[in-house]
């Protein structure tokens, strides 16, 4: 057998001030590469934009008129924070699918072989990913206007219930961005990302009110977190209990910090496990 | 013994790697001087692609060490990372993005200033024969041209240790020799070069070392030509249509090598083991086949294969589960028309 000698040469660390610095330039790099990958396939912007519109107009025109719904504004305005958090879940399917992808390609190979930050190819992810949800929102809520949709709660309310609908996005993306990076294979990852999204978005108050549904299915849609960020965002867009007493509110930061509490560290370890 | 490790880019010693129950690594040892190329050459499921990852810091090894160009791949990761470029075995690019763009980010992605960045990228498309194709998107490109992108996109940074883990397989023929090309452009520079292969007669053309890697160990290492007299070497076979000419078909081929030719008089097949001389014994079996004015047919070299070095080796055949579309078993024939 072979003995080495010790390396010869001392190691090299560069300080915390430059790999900062890299930490946040790597981030930048990588969110610019991955917005310019969303707006090179046409398909994807098919995604994850028409699909939530045609939502609207289905929603507004084919099946609202058979839904009551309380409050003020009609069902287009119960509607409307209703899709946009389902909009903002549905485009972390891409985050899932983008990272199992670059797993299984070898690209996280090769950027986790090469000087860059480690945590760049998630945050450059995470960040891309909240830009490209912020564009569709503000595309929903544009033809939620021309249908009839109005924010009766001021400017304040509108953009707390934008910045409310972010936050549960990037939840949804980390929790995507662990499912990608441990199962992989794309088709799976698509078809797991069905099994938990589709029932936590339409098992919620989002498209009808609760008490419609049969009594053994509202005790999980009136708990679960997708209902209780759905209820924060209405009641910032419409009005509703003043904004420190609206328990949904509460409750929701919370869900949303603990989802990722624990979602963003299982992203990062099967990040440093791919392969 | 202890290496000293001025001279050697990568120094490999005792290396183990298991996944559960799967001992892909059980002991391999190994040294690359630098600026020297060294062929890894096993089966599917040898450990190859597992060795590879472990000396780019991709994977822990269980035990033993790796040191790339003095650093430790487990406690100097980083300053290794600085100097080692992958080209792992599934084309790592960015099909949506241009050639140029793909590279520019590796060259930002590697702490370049932005400055020196496109005229590196432009450099390695032209050089890489991308330069018409450059702001096309990459998944217009051929199989050959991907490749090549994919390449081009681990050497941004001039990195003085290369891996390349099977560059050649599933290219076509003419991909596989623009790649060679390539690749022996890029040792001629300097760089220090470890490959993977499947093919023999890969190893043979790139290699200055060759390891022979099976279930996890280095069955067989040495020069190219000394793996191959193991081996028997090169074969020269050629029909002769016309029996009558067949006696002067073999006197004329007779002094090619030391040994004699054999001849099946039934196929009016004539043989010689030409050793390691293939190509120049082809070129002169040509010649003198000329100027006799004999007429012949399927003229070929028939170089050993994986299977002929296993065989001699281990006295075995490989055992690699077989792979869909995999040519491991096939043997490359370098032949011209006579
Ligand atoms: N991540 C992994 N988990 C479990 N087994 C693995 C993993 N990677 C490789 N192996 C196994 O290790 C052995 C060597 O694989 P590999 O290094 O890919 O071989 P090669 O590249 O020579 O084809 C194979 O039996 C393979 O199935
Ligand atoms: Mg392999």
Redesign the pocket.
């Known amino acids: 057998m072979t003995a080495i000698a010790e390396p010869v040469n001392t190691r090299v660390r560069p300080g915390a001030a430059q790999m900062a610095r890299w930490a946040i330039s790597d981030s930048l790099v990588m969110t610019r590469r991955n917005l310019l990958v969303w707006l090179r396939v046409p398909a994807y912007i098919v995604f994850t934009v028409v699909q939530p519109v045609i939502f609207v107009l289905l929603f507004r025109y084919v099946f609202g008129g058979a839904i009551q719904a309380p409050g003020s504004g009609g069902y287009v305005s119960y509607l409307m924070p209703g899709i946009i958090a389902q909009t903002a879940a549905f485009a972390t399917f891409a985050t899932a699918i983008a990272l199992a992808q670059e797993a299984t390609k070898g690209v996280i190979d090769r950027f986790r072989a090469m000087p860059m930050a480690r945590s760049a190819v998630l945050a450059g992810r995470l960040i891309a990913d909240s830009i490209r949800m912020l564009i569709v929102i503000l595309v929903i809520i544009g033809v939620g206007y021309a249908v009839g949709f109005r924010f009766q709660n001021g400017v304040v309310g509108a953009i707390g219930m934008i910045l409310l609908a972010e936050a549960f996005g990037i939840a949804v993306c980390s929790v995507s961005a662990f499912v990608g990076l441990a199962i992989k294979d794309e088709e799976s990852v698509q078809a797991f990302g069905l099994i938990w999204i589709f029932p936590l978005t339409f098992v919620s108050s989002a498209f009808v009110p609760i008490a419609t549904m049969p009594s053994w299915l509202q005790v999980f849609a009136k708990n679960q977190p997708v209902t209780l960020v759905i209820d924060a965002m209405r009641s910032m867009a419409l009005g509703g209990p003043a904004f420190p007493l609206n328990p949904a509110l509460w409750e929701s930061i919370v869900w949303l910090a603990g989802v990722l509490i624990v979602f963003v560290p299982l992203a990062v370890r099967s990040y440093r496990r791919v392969? | 013994m202890t290496l000293t490790n001025t001279d050697f880019a990568i120094e490999v010693a005792a290396l183990h790697k298991s996944?559960?129950e799967?001992h892909?690594l059980r002991g391999i040892d190994f040294a690359v001087p630098r600026g020297s190329v060294l062929g890894m050459l096993?089966p599917?499921?040898?450990?190859?692609?597992?060795?590879v990852r472990v000396l780019t810091t991709l994977l822990r090894p269980d035990s033993g060490r790796v040191i790339i160009e003095g650093y430790d791949v487990v406690r100097d990761a980083a300053a290794v990372r600085r100097r080692i470029g992958l080209a792992g075995q599934s084309t790592a690019i960015q099909l949506e993005l241009t050639g140029r763009e793909n590279l520019e980010i590796m060259g930002r992605l590697n702490h370049m200033p932005r400055s020196s960045v496109r005229g590196r990228a432009a450099e390695l498309l032209e050089r890489f024969d991308i330069a018409d194709a450059a702001d096309r998107p990459a998944k217009t490109y051929s199989g050959g041209m991907q490749r090549r992108l994919d390449l081009a996109a681990s050497l941004v940074a001039e990195p003085s240790v290369l891996f390349l883990d099977e560059p050649t397989t599933g290219l076509d023929p003419y991909g596989r020799l623009g790649m060679w090309d390539i690749i022996r452009e890029l040792v001629g520079r300097g760089t220090t070069l470890l490959l993977?292969t499947q093919y023999l007669d890969e190893a043979d053309e790139l290699a200055n070392t060759i390891v022979v890697?099976d279930h996890g160990r280095v069955i067989a290492s040495g020069t190219p030509n000394q793996l191959k007299d193991q081996v028997g070497g090169d074969l020269l076979e050629f029909t002769v249509p016309d029996r009558s000419r067949l006696d002067d078909a073999v006197t004329a081929v007779a002094g090619l090598s030391d040994s004699t030719p054999t001849v099946e008089t039934e196929t009016r097949r004539v043989k010689v083991a030409v050793g390691n001389r293939g190509s120049t014994a082809l070129v002169e079996a040509v010649r003198r086949l000329d100027a006799s004015g004999v007429v012949t047919e399927n003229l070929a070299l028939h170089r050993p294969s994986l299977d002929d070095v296993f065989l001699a080796v281990t006295g075995h055949a490989t055992e690699a589960p077989p792979e869909i579309g995999s040519k491991a078993h096939k043997t490359p024939t370098a032949g011209v028309p006579s």
Do not use: R, S
């Not at chain 2, 599917?44 to 060795?51: D, E, F, I, L, R």
């Open positions: 392969g | 996944f559960g799967v892909a096993g599917n499921g040898a450990g190859k692609t597992t060795a993977t890697v």
